[in-house]
């Protein structure tokens, strides 16, 4: 039995395209000297790979020596509950209108003349 919790794993913006381009049976593996080789348009090897090592998809049925990958039911669940893709972003830092601030002035001096 496969245990599901509620919290989302941390998943990276590539393994989430992943997630979602194996829904729609775009993953591809096949055999080639003995390796297995996992292909998807626009997807790196390492998202692939990190998705198949933490058991979110699976092999599908093989044709030809070539399979679709298919989504476990581990990673149904991961794309249903929407994993964020990164950080919740930072709030950005809002200074007020210089009018307002003090600008102290600063002299430069060349490096080669005495202060």
Request: net charge positive; proline share 10%.
């Amino acid at each position: 039995m496969i245990r599901l919790s509620s919290k989302p794993s941390q998943l990276t913006g590539p393994q989430i395209r992943a997630l979602q381009a194996a829904a729609k049976g775009q993953i591809t593996c096949r055999i080639q000297y003995r390796r297995r080789i996992l292909t998807c348009p626009g997807i790196g090897a390492n998202a692939l790979w990190g998705l198949l090592r933490h058991g979110l998809i699976c092999d599908g049925s093989w044709k030809d020596e070539q399979c679709i990958m298919v989504l476990t039911p581990k990673g149904r669940h991961e794309l249903q509950v929407k994993s964020p893709m990164c950080a919740p972003p930072k709030p950005r830092v809002t200074l007020p209108p210089t009018d307002e601030r003090e600008i102290t002035p600063y002299v430069w001096v060349h490096p080669d003349e005495e202060r």
